[in-house]
């Protein structure tokens, strides 16, 4: 009998525990060029993707591939760095892996960023958007399937997958700090194009302002076991051009590059007020 998605879950779990015994509280996944939040944590336990049973292996440039465990203003924390994509070719259940596995290590928050590009004609390259909401039509959903009871409901509720509370500590650290943050809707795509323009405008005309390749489908299975979730953009490239359309990815990594220092205050902030 092959094992159930829970097993599995419970195998990488037994395996983790045994090199780190602690109890984290906060889970972080960080995106594309988004990494060097890691820097600031006193590491106390590093585990390679690899190494852990069922987890899938990442491949894309600038992710690392590691779980990093340790401390971050006083609070113990779990640093996913490098995630799983859909268009890399894992199913959902595949991408939304890690998230379960870091929920029943014991998290109960979860910080998420990820590399955007933007409808909303006032972004620049450079914006950090609070995700405020997202669309995640164009998605699979990691939920499909049978439902795991010892995880979540059926039919979870999606009025607030971004934590109101959290939105508010972070728009009053932005003032604080003196770093402006934008808000908007996430539409989550499965890429791995970049989108026509036809398609930017179509995401434009239902309502979102950014877009992007991740997120969307762990952050349903964060809400689906009950996780509060603050999720942060970084406007890499607009997607509404009249003229020069092009978009690359190195375009994306560079933006994501230097947009990350602000990124990384921002969220050491959030965590010390957890
Ligand atoms: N579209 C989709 N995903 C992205 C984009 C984009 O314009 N920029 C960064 N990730």
């Known amino acids: 009998m092959p094992l159930t998605i829970l097993e599995e879950i419970q195998k990488a779990i ?16 960080l995106g ?70 870091m929920k029943l290590l014991g998290i ?8 955007a590009g933007a409808m909303n004609s006032s972004f620049r390259v450079g914006d950090l958007m609070i995700i405020k909401d997202h669309i995640s039509l164009f998605t699979i959903n990691p939920l499909i399937g049978i439902n795991m009871e010892g995880l979540g409901p059926r039919f979870p509720d999606l009025s607030e997958p971004y934590k109101k509370a959290l939105i508010q500590k972070m728009k009053a650290i932005g003032k604080r700090l003196n770093i402006p943050l934008t808000e908007g809707i996430y539409a989550g795509v499965t890429g791995p194009t970049f989108e026509t323009r036809a398609e930017y ?15 969307v489908q762990e952050v349903i299975a964060a809400v689906h076991m009950g996780l509060s979730v603050f999720g942060l953009s970084v406007i890499t490239d607009i997607g509404i051009r009249e003229g020069d359309n092009t978009i690359t990815h190195e375009e994306v990594l560079e933006a994501a590059r230097k947009a990350e220092p602000k990124l990384t205050i921002l969220f050491k902030e959030l965590i010390a007020e957890l």
């Open 201 to 215: 405008k179509f995401l434009q005309l239902g309502g979102a302002d950014a877009v992007g390749m991740s997120t």
């Open 32 to 101: 594309s060029g988004l990494g060097n939040l890691v820097d600031e944590v006193a590491i106390e336990k590093e585990i390679d993707y690899r190494d852990i049973p069922h987890f899938p292996i990442s491949t894309v440039e600038g992710h690392h591939g590691k779980m990093i465990f340790g401390e971050l203003k006083g609070k113990k924390i779990i640093v996913m760095a490098g995630r799983f994509h859909y268009y890399e070719g894992y199913t959902a259940q595949q991408v939304v892996f890690p998230i379960r596995v």
């Open 14 to 29: 037994e395996f983790i525990k045994k090199f780190y015994p602690h109890t984290p509280q906060v889970g972080i996944v």
């Open 108 to 115: 109960e928050t979860l910080l998420i960023s990820n590399a």
